[in-house]
């Protein structure tokens, strides 16, 4: 069976954002950009599904700038198969990046999409949601572990402990931390990696019309907190908090 | 103008997180509660103070707040509602995306401030740039951060229960289990105190030996950054930070948190930050309101005798 991994080139997880002076975003100029984390994540999932023999072929996507290729390759790198890019200098939002793979799914015919659970940069968490109702197929978030058969067992991170669900197939499963840890790509892997098939494309072969249902009026840096006192002593601490109320 | 509000609740009681979506619901519009799954809890969320009218919804899949069974529901509610707003926990994440998507509307995630009826806040970046956004979409989808609103009053309201057709569809899912995290402390998102522990206590062990006993003097809550629990020091719903619980308490007591971008984006808007480190240069106490310099292992131990 064949698995679709969505991958998206974000700020890199070690920078810490500027925003911009004139309010309008945060600056990426000169600024490393990888892989989101949360997509690296998939894409280690869909390799080792490969490697269990559960999938047959593994295509990543990304949508964004034409640097997104690198990406991309990162993904060849780490054992995808191919890869699409679809191109564009747009800020694409979640409803739309859906609608896309939505439409490459429909082509590609997948049995399982798997996704980071959210970008780094924009936060949203709404990706393989809107891309599962948009398909009609089920959805297990936030996985933790992923086991296929003739149906995907998922077992979810949730706010009160571990949630379980079992997904018919074709389905979306979007990653949490917690289900495995990526693999670096060796030298040979990133070399071949460069001979891997990768397609470009753009939203308008998909019929996906990218225009942004949210403006940005304004992007602020939040409050900051000022530093406090240093105590000296677990004594000053219990009085501090005794002052405060919380100790007795 | 009226708001849906997703309620999230156990099977029986409401969650506090519904409580604080309450409220931001009431600044776009007549405050109504989608209750899926639970007649008592729809029962209760009839007394929410501000709470108008609920839709009370079951059948398969609901009573596990399933996202491709309530999703189905909501969007049919929404021909009558002008927005729909979910509170950002693992439950709202789940099925508001899901519901926008049904209406061909772009979600407005994890919002800070209801500006106007079409604009509003919200962190982008761990919580490191704030956005102002303004939503072109005829109808809205929220998700809000419960620590940004003051909880509605959980009695006081007096709203009809309706009951709604939860519809026939099967979404392909089905519920196999819930290993639910046991605990007499009180939860994460709604406790007054939290203490927090990081990589520093270097085993599951020691986490919970000298953690435990300082929560339960303290009536706290135990959280842990990302690094404790990826160590498998404490459960994943322990983890405070941009990708796992954001809390806001009273007081929040960082013990062996270096203070990481990613953790301080969950937990930098709590009243008073009281940070424990042996490492005077970790980040954590540039938000600290008091730090103390040790060893945690000392300290500890001693913290919870004094008090």
Known sequence: MKVLVAVKRVIDYNVKPRVKMDGTGVDLANVKMSMNPFDEIAVEEAIRLKEKGAATEIVAVSIGPAKAQETLRTALA??????????????????????????????????????????????????????????????GTFASK?????????????????????????????????????????????????SKPLATKSPGDYGVDVARRLETLKVVEPARRQAGIKVGSVDELVEKLKGMGIAK | MSALVLVEHDGS????????????????????????????????AAKIAGVAKVYSANGAGLEHQLAEAVAPVAAKLMESHDSFVAPATTTGKNIAPRVAALLDVMQVSDVLSVESADTFTRPIYAGNAIATVKSNDAKKVLTVRTTAFEKAAADGGSASVEQVDAGAGDGGSSFVGLEASESERPELTSAKVIVSGGRAFGS???????????????????????????????????????????????VYVAIGISGAI??????????????????????????????????????????????
């Open chain 1, 146 to 194: 992923v086991e296929l058969s003739d149906s995907a067992t998922v077992t979810r991170e949730v706010d009160g402990g571990l949630e379980t669900v079992k997904l018919n197939l074709p389905a979306v499963v979007t990653t949490d931390l917690r289900l495995n840890e990526p693999r670096y790509a060796s030298l040979p892997n990133i070399m071949k990696a460069k």
């Open chain 2, 13 to 44: 009681t409401i969650k506090d997180a519904t409580l604080a979506t309450v409220t931001a619901a009431a600044k776009l519009g007549e405050v109504h509660a989608l209750v899926a799954g639970s007649d008592a809890a729809a029962q209760a």
């Open chain 1, 78 to 139: 780490m054992g995808a198969d191919r890869a699409i890019l679809v191109q564009t200098d747009e800020e694409v939002e979640p409803l739309a990046v859906a609608k896309i793979l939505a439409k490459i799914a429909a082509e590609e015919q997948p049995q399982l999409v798997i996704l980071g659970k959210q970008a780094i940069d924009d936060d949203n968490n709404a990706t393989g949601q809107m891309l599962a109702a948009l398909l009609g197929w089920p959805q």
């Open chain 2, 262 to 307: 990613q953790h301080l984006a969950g937990m930098k808007d709590s009243k008073t930050i009281i940070a424990i480190n042996k490492d005077e240069e970790a980040p954590i106490f540039q938000v600290a309101d008091i730090g103390l310099v040790g060893d945690l292992f000392k300290i500890v131990p001693e913290l919870t005798e004094k008090l």
């Open chain 2, 204 to 250: 599951s062990e020691q986490f919970h030996s000298l953690l435990d006993p300082l929560a339960d003097k303290l009536g706290a809550a135990v959280g842990a950054s990302r690094a404790a629990v990826d160590a498998g020091y404490a459960p994943n719903d322990y983890q405070v930070g941009q990708t796992g619980k954001i809390v806001a308490p009273q």
